[in-house]
């Protein structure tokens, strides 16, 4: 009691980017792959000669660097037996892999724990945090598509102007002559506080309250240099933005907890409460004099916008949890949670759960005394999900537009006053087992899920005046079983290894969907096509049909390349429903083909320790999932596309060349017409993987004689390596809303290597 304990962890990195087994053709490839072409002699580029083989600029190398990044923390904490306190103070730098992006970010928290009466115990805390950002961030699409004949820099080393006439793709930017001028700074501002307490009304039952406010407000400078490919056209632009959030957060709940012989039971009576308030305010001006970077000397205010967004949700509920000896458990719930961004109708859903528990090797019958633990599990219960949209169920104008200069509204939303919670009903079944203290553990789960009113943005008739609307489109059933096992394979006292494995499985289908209107006149449940996430124009499709599973891919079947003339060809259907092939794109039919979701995932982790020193690794993989590289329609695109470069073929591709060529990819012609590159599955990879996630080897020891509690030493890495037969960067992507994309763009940010060293000192 009273004594001060600190502890300081300091941390710095190097980080480089990693391009998978995306490998993009050098100046000498490139131009052999154009000068293999069947019409080579209709190229129109003005250097189109032999020498362009020596032409070899690495826009890869030229946009990438080794990242640097620094993390320090210093905590202090220490106090009596009626209040107890913590400060900590943070920093952190990174220049990243790419590029043109540096952050900092400065945090601290306080926190006390004050017990002034017996019965009370008073909680506060404030934290607050700065970050800071400078974006002349180099482009991550030019790093793959840019040809390797074009430099930025001409023979002096001076930046060459946009559209350079020495270019061979002399309508391409020079993007960095942009950057030596833009650029787009931002700020970060945020302080949260909590006033929390404890009140014990009598030894069974206790009041808790957690009291939250958070704020926030952040700042953007962005500068268009009048000389810039961007701000040329409007002699520059300035913008600044300002935004503030507001968030409040309670919880208030009655708890109790009395145990009499061999019972305890425990329980709460909740309320909880959460909203948001933010608004935005952005100007732009146009036409200034380089080297200023204000609003003030702009001439001409291009446009101002701003705007309010709100949300709430509350929430009641109740749990019960009760047990006999340890040996029987039953707990159960129920809920009733509210939305502001729910139709009027059905803003309000109840959700509950009930589960038990069963310790059989609690029971005096059980006498296999090598087990520690052997525990049966069931549950059933549900769960809601509401829009990630704020205002789904009204209808929407933009009143930013204009007509002969008078004001006006466009529609820009069609609400829907009945959209409902999203409800998931699972029920389960697990089993957990352990034996020989713990030397060997085992845990089992089996699940059956059942989700009702499905949220879905669904894509609707442009003629609407809108492209999407929200709807609670129908049910799916999910299943899976998912299994760990893991142990100490030797356990002794200075040699311990330790090793686990988790595995699982899901199968998903759409069990039923929204009736559409039919010419006939009936409501009928009609498959729907979506997109496939990327929200790229001209990628895969994905399909919503009854009995198949929700993340199916739907496009044009890949029949292979002819091999009398190399033309791409693609399934249709013949005049007795057979299956043909055809080289028309426009004949070919679209199918099912395939889910992004995997049939196996899980994941290995493994511990080896001796004496002080420790290792450890963990391993990801995924098997059966399939992944649409929309990349290749333009790096793959058998010169479709002859102002970008082009990737180089994979181990085990070849590329027809002359008749009765068996090939993967079909003939290359200059500006080909033949559609070879469209969306079809032949751009759709299996995209199984195992993956080194993270290593970490340290060193621990203590030195009393220096008032030393702990000191360690550490070297972490984070993507060592990656075993995948996928083509792209990265065949674990996830989407902005944690999902795992089903496809990847040529924008996509390449994953990044990580090693990190560190050191923890406790006194």
Known sequence: SGKLRTSVSMRTGISQLTNGNLHMMNGAELYDYFASTGNASTIPFPRWKPALRNDNFDWWKLAT?????????????????????????????????????????????????????????????????????????????????????DSPYDAEGKLVPHQYSGWVNSNSTNYLRDLQWNHYDGSYYEFMGNLDFDVRIAPWLTFSSVNNYKYVHSTGHGYEDPRSNGGESVQGRITEYHGQVARRYSNQKLLTNNSWGLHNLNGLLAYEFNDYWGKSTSANGTGFVPGFEVLDITAKPEKAKGGIAEWAVQSVFANARYSYDNRYLLEGSIRRDGASNLGSRAKYGTLFSISGGWSIHRESWFGIKAFDQLKLRASYGSAGNRPSALYPQYDLYSIASSYNAQPGMLISQIGNNDLTWERTYTAGIGLDASLWSNRLHFTLDLYSKKTDNILYNVPVTSLTGVTHIYRNIGKMANKGIEVAIGGDIIRS????????????????????????????????????IIGDGSGIAGSASRILEIGSPIDTYYMPEWAGVNPDDGRPMWYKEGTNGERVTTSNYAEAKYYKLGSAAPKVFGGITTNLRWKEFDLSATFGYALGGQIYNYSRQELDSDLTYTDRNQMSLQKGWSRWQKKGDVATHPRALYNNKDNGNKASSRYLEDNSFFKLRTLSLGYNLSLPQLKVQNLRIYLNAENLFTLTKYSGVDPELPASDGSVMGTTGISVYPPVRRFVLGLNLSL
Do not use: C
Not at 511 to 523: A, E, L, M
């Open 493 to 528: 006292k200075d040699l311990t290894w330790s090793l686990d494995l988790n595995v699982g499985h899901n199968a998903n289908k759409l069990t039923d969907i929204f009736r559409q209107y039919d010419p006939s006149g009936q409501y009928i449940a009609k498959p729907v």
């Open 65 to 149: 660097r080794t990242g640097v990044s620094q993390d320090y923390n210093l905590t202090l904490q220490g106090g009596s037996e009626t209040m107890n306190s913590l400060f900590s103070l943070g920093y952190y730098d990174e220049k990243g892999a790419v590029k043109g992006f540096d952050y900092k970010r400065y945090n601290f928290r306080l926190k006390t724990s004050y017990k002034p009466l017996s019965w009370l115990t008073i909680r506060p805390m404030i934290s607050g945090a700065m970050q800071t950002s400078e974006d002349r961030q180099y482009s991550i699409s030019a790093m793959y598509s840019m040809l390797p004949w």
